[in-house]
C-alpha cells in the first residue's frame, strides 16, 4: 500500500508506559477505525481456564468505573459508530469504526475499561451463562464437534489444538478470582498496542494518548509470560474416525512461525493450488476426475506456527488413496516444475486489485497493520505488502513450495464417519450415476 494525496504513510510512538500506538492518517472520507489488540488469547490461558481470554472479552463489555453495562457499546451506536471484538489464540482485539470527529470519545470509552473494568459477581454470572450457551450451541453442532475433536487428534496438547471458546467446565468453574488475574497481568500497556486508522490527525492522537492511557501502568508482581512451543503436525499418513457424514482427505504441511514465513509467497502458493472454482485440486478433483464433491485449501499461519491445507471431501463409496494421490501430484508438479506463468499473473493480478481495493477501508487498514505487527513485528510490512507483490516472482513461490512439501514435513490425513449411515454407499453410486 503506498500512499496517496489523501494517505499518509504510518507512524508509530510509544508512550512512557511502553503503550505502543501506530497511526495510519487518510482523509478520503471522514470516518475512523480504533484497534486494540491485546496479548492475550488461548496460548496465555491456565490449564484448568480454557476459554478465560474469551470469557474476559464478553466481560469488557459489561461496564467500567465511568460507563455503566452495555453503554460503551450504546454510545458508539448513537455517534453512527460500529464496535465489535474477537478471540484468537495469541490476541484479543476490541475495535470500533466511527465519524472522526468522535475520536476523544473513543479514547474515553477505551480507557476506562482498558484501566477501570468493573468486574463483580454479577456480571460475571450474567456473562456467564452467556458464554456457556455459546459453548452448548457450538458443540450441538456434529461439524464443530467433528473439526474440535480433529483439531485435538492432530494437535495434542498444544494450544492451536484448542477452541478459543474453551471447555464448558472450565468456563462454569471460572472464579472472579481468576479473571482478575488475568486482566491485571495481561491487560496492561506493556502487553498492548493501538491502532488507529482514517480521518485522524497524528498530533490530536499523541494528545489523546497521553491525556487517556498516559496513567496507566504495567503492575507490580507480573508473571513470568506462558512459554508455547512452536506448534508441529505429525507427519506420515494418519487415520481419524470423527462424527461427519461424508469422508474427508487432507494434505497439510506445517508452517514455521509467522515472523519466519513469506506471506507474499504463501498466499500466492494457496492461491495457485487451491483458490477458486478453476484451482488445479478443484478442477481435477471435482470437475475432471470427479472423485470428489468439494475440494479446497487454506492457510493457518500464526504467532507460534500453523498449517497449508489442502481438501476433498467425497461420497461413499471409494478409496481415500487416489484422491490423496491427485493431491499430492499437483503439490510435487509445482514444487518441481514451478507455477503455470499465465494463472501465475493471473492471481497476482487479482491479489494485486483486491488488496487495493480493500486498503480503502480504514477497518481492514486496522486489522492488517494490527497483523503485521502482532505477527511480523512490525506494521510497517503491511505498507510494504504492494511493493512486495510488484517484486514476487514464481521462482520464490516455488522455492517456498519445495520447503513445505518435503515428506518429512507432510501430513495425509484420511478421516472417516464414524457413524457412517448404511445408505450413504447408495447415495455415492446414485451421485455417481447422475455426474456421469
Known sequence: MMPSMTRAAATSFDLSNGLRFVVAEDHAAPVATLGLWVRAGVCDEPDDCRGMAHFLEHLMFR???????????????????????????????????????????????????????????????????????????????????????LLRALGGEHPYALDPLGHFDNVESCRFDDLATFYRQLYRPGNTFVVVCGDVDIDEVKKL??????????????????????????????????????????????????DKVDHTALNLLCALLADGEASPIRETLVKKKRLCVEAGGMNYNLLHGGALVFFGAFLPPGKFEPRHAVIRDICSQLAEEGPDEALFEEKLRRFKKRFAFESYSSNFQMLQFGEAELHEGDYRKYETRMVDLAEVTPARVQNLARELFVTENTLELSVIPENQKWYMPLVGLAMKAVQK
Open 63 to 149: 461496564g467500567s468505573e465511568n460507563f455503566a453495562p452495555k453503554e460503551h457499546t450504546k454510545r458508539i451506536s448513537l455517534k453512527g459508530g460500529s464496535c465489535n471484538a474477537f478471540t484468537s489464540f495469541d490476541m484479543t482485539v476490541y475495535h470500533e469504526s466511527f465519524p472522526s470527529h468522535a475520536l476523544a470519545e473513543m479514547f474515553e470509552l477505551e480507557s476506562d475499561r482498558f484501566m477501570r473494568l468493573k468486574l463483580d459477581p454479577e456480571s460475571i454470572e450474567i456473562e456467564k451463562k452467556v458464554v456457556l450457551e455459546e459453548i452448548r450451541v457450538y458443540e450441538n453442532q456434529p461439524m464443530s464437534r467433528a473439526f474440535r475433536r
Open 209 to 258: 494518548a497521553e491525556q487517556y492511557f498516559g496513567e496507566w501502568s504495567d503492575p507490580e508482581g507480573l508473571s513470568v509470560p506462558r512459554a508455547v512451543a512452536p506448534f508441529r503436525l505429525p507427519t506420515g499418513d494418519q487415520i481419524e474416525r470423527v462424527s461427519i457424514e461424508v469422508p474427508v482427505l487432507a494434505r497439510a504441511h506445517t508452517l514455521p512461525s509467522s
